[in-house]
């Protein structure tokens, strides 16, 4: 199997420049017979067969996939199963150990206490470990597998304070040192990460807009961690164009990213297509996104997102497994 590495700007692939047009399948390890999961099951072997080889799929390893819902014990069966099929269909997989927003885990949103020590000992909101003990557990577990491409420590971390209940964007409260707080927590993940997987490439999971922690100089103040190897903007037409907010849009990011001499992937592109577009309309309109991505630096994008059951009499960001935008993953990875 080919391995993922970063060379400057650029990813590589055995240490020769590699673009990556990837797509995200949060969802692979749902096992209905093992564990809660998130979203639909999917045939591993189908999803990873239908791929070009050497594609670039993120997905969701969270803790909560590793508890078996009938007797409420840890079951690494259904991850196992991911990482199994990936590397059989000699795929990479960037491995996402846990949500800023708690989708798919316990929908607990976490906040700036959680990235001020609480991850290296909460237990709580019914997942099975600390954050801490459950990144020792995934990296000692799948940090060799021949199908891993990176890790991504946390999915859009936003270190804010909640102030209502539901911790609605809206009413949250951005505390002074954020960023710092924000580069702390990466500095010592990643250097915990390095210690179990020394070759690892890490993502910095980043939403990339103003969210707390990021907001203008201080994504740059992150994304200057040594636990940090490659940065994410997640990019979503609806509400982002190129080259986006002078401050915070997708060129100021990548801008960012080169004077930090790493590069940025477009961890997330979604479009939306059913009933409101096309699936032939969607392919050419992310067709152009690509390109224009790429002309401006972008150093890889990812497809949102992979279900095998897309709801095509609605408007949606599904794709689907007869999607053509298959078309297009792997083929700009040179």
């Known amino acids: 199997m080919p391995k993922l590495g970063v060379q400057g700007t650029s990813l590589t692939l055995d240490g020769r420049p590699w673009w990556p047009i990837g797509i ?5 390890g749902t096992n209905w017979d093992v564990n809660a999961g998130c979203g639909a099951q999917v045939d591993l072997d ?27 014990a840890l079951d690494f069966s259904a991850l196992d199963a991911v990482f199994d099929s990936a590397r059989r269909h000699d795929q990479l997989l960037i491995a996402v150990l ?33 954050y801490q003990d459950w990144a020792d557990t995934a990296v000692g ?37 954020s960023a710092l707080l924000l580069r702390k927590f990466f500095d010592e993940v990643g250097a915990r990460i390095r210690g179990l997987d020394p070759d690892a490439v890490i993502f910095s ?39 986006g907010d002078v401050s915070d849009g997708i060129a100021r990011r990548i801008n960012q990213a080169q004077a930090l001499n790493k590069p940025l992937i477009v961890a997330e592109v979604g479009v939306e297509a059913g009933s409101c577009k096309s699936l032939q309309q969607r ?52």
Request: proline share 7%.
């Open 24 to 28: 995200n399948a949060y969802q692979l």
């Open 46 to 72: 189908r999803y990873f067969g239908g791929l070009a080889p050497h594609s670039l799929t993120r997905v969701n390893v969270y803790s909560s996939f590793a508890v078996n819902k009938q007797t409420g």
């Open 98 to 130: 846990t949500g800023g927003g708690g989708g798919c885990e316990n929908d607990h949103f976490k906040d700036h206490s959680w990235y001020d020590g609480g991850w290296k000992t909460e237990v709580s909101h019914g997942l099975p470990m600390s």
């Open 141 to 177: 577990r799948w940090g060799n597998s021949p199908a891993l491409g990176g890790w991504t420590p946390v999915g859009e971390p936003e270190p804010s304070v909640c102030t209502d209940e539901a911790c609605t964007w809206q009413a949250r409260v951005c505390p002074t040192g």
């Open 205 to 243: 999971g980043h939403a990339g807009g103003a969210q707390c922690g990021s907001k203008g100089d201080d994504y740059q103040t992150v994304a200057a961690s040594p636990g940090i190897d490659v940065l994410e903007y997640h990019f979503y037409p609806s509400t982002d164009a190129m080259p």
């Open 283 to 334: 392919e050419q309109e992310i067709s152009m996104i690509v390109a224009e991505q790429r002309a401006n630096g972008a150093a890889g994008v990812l497809f949102w997102s992979f279900v095998p059951d897309p709801r095509l009499n609605q408007c949606t960001l599904d794709i689907g497994p007869n999607d053509p935008l298959f078309r297009m993953i792997g083929a700009g990875a040179a």
